[in-house]
């Protein structure tokens, strides 16, 4: 059963760089068809598509947060990373890993769990 | 960028009612559409992909329908673990973009 999980800190301080990695586990990040991608959720808001990658480390991102969006991948360690500068207090969210099925615009099943992100001085 | 508008964006229902969210695309999408249920302060879950096509493990009593910019999502016979916040996403195009989510309550 595939599983994702987000690991990083909690709480980055405004300008720095946020910065998160997914482990997949149960399944190969080199599958064919799947792309890897990133979703944040605002507390009490709705969902924001960040990004996404394949294993070959082909990227496509929300153009909205493109400028500051990095989305890598590492095979050897099953698992892919985002990275966010010049954080501000609006980049406060839980952020999902997930895979994408049916290619870079796919739907997302399944999700790791969320982590939490704070911006805060 | 196509945008998705849920409606309503809050309903509330009784147990064993036939419970229907729409979710309209600005631009005609096909049928690049799915839905996912959020319970409080869980996980998003896949529901529905293909606008119709039901995930697997997902009880039947969802169901989706719709193509081009009017979709629904229809639960025949509500029961109390259906509380949650539903979203519909489009994937026809980049960017994917979500609906801003509706919120169903057991009257």
């Known amino acids: 059963q595939l599983q994702l999980q987000e690991s990083g800190p909690g709480l980055v301080k405004p300008s720095e760089t946020l910065s998160l990695t997914c482990t997949v586990s149960?399944?190969?990040?080199?599958?064919?068809?799947?792309?890897w991608g990133w979703i944040r959720q605002p507390p009490g808001k709705g969902l924001e598509w960040i990004g996404n990658?394949?294993?070959?480390?082909?990227?496509y991102y929300n153009p909205s947060l493109k400028s500051r969006v990095t989305i890598s991948v590492d095979t050897s360690k099953n698992q892919f990373s985002l990275k966010l500068s010049s954080v501000t207090a609006a980049d406060t969210a839980v952020y999902y890993c997930?895979?994408?099925?049916?290619?870079?615009?796919?739907?997302?099943?399944?999700w790791g769990q969320g982590t939490l992100v704070t911006v805060s001085s | 960028d196509i945008q998705m508008t849920q409606s309503p964006s809050s309903l509330s229902a009784s147990v064993g009612d036939r419970v229907t969210i729409t979710c309209r695309a600005s631009?005609?999408?096909?049928?690049?559409l799915a839905w996912y249920q959020q319970k409080p302060g869980k996980v998003p879950k896949l529901l529905i992909y293909?606008?119709?096509t039901l995930q697997s493990g997902v009880p039947s009593r969802f169901s989706g329908s719709g193509s081009g910019t009017d979709f629904t999502l229809t639960i025949s016979s509500l029961q109390p673990e259906d509380v949650a916040t539903y979203y519909c996403?489009?994937?026809?195009?980049?960017?994917?973009?979500f609906g801003q989510g509706t919120k169903l309550e057991i009257k």
């Open positions: 997930a895979r994408q099925v049916a290619g870079s615009r796919g739907w997302f099943d399944p």
């Open positions: 149960g399944g190969s990040i080199s599958s064919s068809s799947y792309y």
């Open positions: 990658i394949y294993y070959t480390g082909n990227t």
């Open positions: 631009q005609g999408i096909s049928n690049y």
């Open positions: 293909a606008a119709s």
């Open positions: 996403q489009k994937y026809n195009s980049a960017p994917v973009t």
